[in-house]
């Protein structure tokens, strides 16, 4: 007797071939059989006219601190996430000393803006080893699997003591030896890889440079040589990709023998560039050196509102005399008192956090119900203000305080230079790109890209109007098999006999990533900006559901991956 069956649903397999209506036979968490299926089972679901695909895997997350208190790793796992790596872009909470702990919160507060306070609170810190590290992950039952990666800012920092802190510290020939022994012993213990930063856009928030920022080769070297002996992981990086950087993590990767990962976008002071990293990475692998760069599928964009930690008033005294009314409340008063809103208009301060909001108008668009992700650049909040005759602070004020004063505006940063999103297609079609900029869990009350894997199966394959779409067996191969097979998790990512029964059922008519909102639920009450999808019917990890219609089961399969996963025999 098989455990499930889901009978007749639109299986797109993970694999990149094409559809196909068939039933899916899944035993002891294994898939078993696809096609026609007989014989009973303990339970059946009806997929007709739904679509049947594999869990999603997203390699680049940081639920780092997330991930020790929250069972239910949200919101990834209500887009359909069954495996999700973090440890990214080089920074992380192990090693770490005991008392040391503050300086790993201030670099991922100010890297990838999580609330200190809800990680100190959140957090217990115990463990200081990296193996100690991934014990404590495993000791939590969770709805999806995790793994980590070992992070450079953190290596640094507990081999070198404060002068790992400054990047341009030059580690000593002892030091880069208990650089590689600790990365040895990380990856033994089961990290999925290696992660560091080369971009001045990482800060910690008192200010300081990611600590990897400036790496020397011999730096890199030593990780490399842990990793070839180790014969494990991936060597990921983040990168503002100057002259030369491309070339030194190559020589990284290829004295590794290791898989290189790098992050690759279009960002407005160098909007070509991505194209020569681009180049780099084919030239690379026509080397025989495994790299793939890690795209977007959307614009990524920072979130403006009243709630939001980008709120467009909030140096304005007038504003902050009301900033403690509740929400709704506070939007009725900015409708409502005439000289109050003359004050946020007409008085408002000319300072570098106003001075970045007249540019941002420029390029903000109002994230109404449709939930565009792809506006005209003839939308943008300025233009329209123009064309209406008034100022655009004012037309700013109307919007964010009509109704409940929940509304959103996005100001695409990156990745829409050119006002749409051909170049984004350009980079998902690209043969050695795979999806890997969500950063889940991160950048929490101003960026809200978790929902990306949704994104690719509403926007792609069904929604776009400027330009054209995607495949959908193409997205999906993308997203799940790509993103699994470059971190070595080889049992996953295809829905095949043999392979884990990680599943997702989707309502792809019905299918929405959900309005972006505001929660106040991270320790102490630190808010987040999450979207709650719509269409997701069943998603299953290891077979065993947990989640239906949006809500979960009750149901903890995940587990913490050590290592690489063979492949099925």
Request: hydrophobic share 40%.
């Amino acid at each position: 007797m098989h455990d499930l069956v889901i009978k007749n649903g639109t299986v797109v397999d993970g694999s990149g071939g094409p559809r196909m209506v068939a039933d899916v036979a899944v035993s002891n968490g294994i898939v078993t059989d696809v096609g026609q299926v007989d014989g009973p089972a303990r339970r059946t679901i009806d997929a007709e006219d739904q679509l049947v695909l594999p869990g999603w895997v997203d390699i680049h997350t940081h639920y780092d601190g997330q991930a020790t208190w929250d069972p239910d790793v949200t919101p990834s796992s209500w887009h359909g996430v069954t495996t999700a790596v973090f440890g990214n872009c080089g920074v992380g909470f192990a090693p770490v000393r005991r008392g040391t702990e503050e300086f790993l919160i201030n670099l991922m507060e100010g890297v990838e803006d999580i609330p200190g306070t809800a990680l100190a609170e959140g957090i217990d810190f115990s463990w200081e080893s990296f193996p100690e590290y991934l014990d404590a992950l495993e000791t939590l039952p969770r709805v999806l699997d995790i793994g980590a990666q070992i992070p450079h800012g953190a290596l640094r920092f507990y081999v070198m003591g404060e002068r790992g802190a400054v990047h341009d510290e030059i580690p000593t020939d002892v030091e880069l030896r208990e650089f590689g022994r600790l990365v040895r012993e990380a990856l033994d213990a089961g990290a999925l890889g290696f992660t560091t930063s080369r971009t001045i856009k990482h800060k910690a928030a008192d200010g300081r440079f990611t600590p990897s920022l400036s790496a020397t080769d011999p730096e890199l070297a030593a990780v490399a040589e842990a990793m070839r002996a180790a014969e494990a992981g991936v060597l990921e990086a983040n990168s503002d990709f100057e002259p030369g950087d491309f070339e030194r993590l190559r020589q990284a990767a290829e004295l590794s023998g290791r898989p290189l990962s790098v992050l690759l976008l279009q960002v407005d002071n160098a909007p070509e560039r991505w194209k020569t990293t681009r180049d780099e990475i084919h030239a690379a692998n026509a080397d025989g050196v495994e790299v793939t760069g890690q795209v977007g599928c959307r614009p990524i964009g920072v979130m403006l509102g009243l709630d939001a930690t980008v709120n467009p008033f909030r140096t304005n005294p007038a504003y902050q005399a009301i900033a403690h009314l509740p929400l709704a409340d506070r939007a009725a008063r900015l409708r409502s008192d005439r000289a109050l809103r003359e004050a946020l208009v007409d008085g408002r301060p000319h300072d570098a956090h106003t001075a970045w909001m007249d540019y941002a108008f420029t390029r903000a668009h109002e994230l109404g119900p449709t939930l565009d992700y792809e506006p005209d650049p003839a939308s943008a909040l300025a233009k329209r203000a123009a064309a209406a005759g008034v100022d655009p602070w004012q037309l700013a004020l109307d919007t964010l305080a009509a109704g409940d004063g929940s509304t959103l505006l996005l100001y695409p940063f990156e990745n829409y230079y050119n006002g749409d999103l051909e170049d984004i297609r350009s980079m998902l079609l690209d043969p050695y790109t795979v999806c890997g900029i969500g950063d889940a869990g991160a950048h929490v009350a101003t960026i809200c890209d978790a929902s990306y894997p949704t994104f690719l199966l509403t926007h792609w394959t069904r929604d776009r109007t400027r330009g054209e779409h995607l495949p959908l067996e193409f997205v999906v191969n993308k997203q799940a098999r790509r993103t699994a097979e470059t971190y070595g998790l080889l049992d996953r990512g295809l829905i095949r006999p043999g392979y884990r029964a990680d599943l997702n059922v989707v309502d792809h008519a019905a299918l929405s990533v959900g309005r972006p909102h505001l929660r106040f639920d991270l320790p102490t009450g630190g808010k987040r900006l999450v979207q709650k999808p719509v269409g997701y019917r069943h998603t299953f990890v290891l077979g065993t559901e947990t989640l239906c219609d949006g809500e979960f089961t009750g149901a903890r399969p995940g587990r913490l991956v050590r290592g690489a996963q063979p492949r099925p025999v």
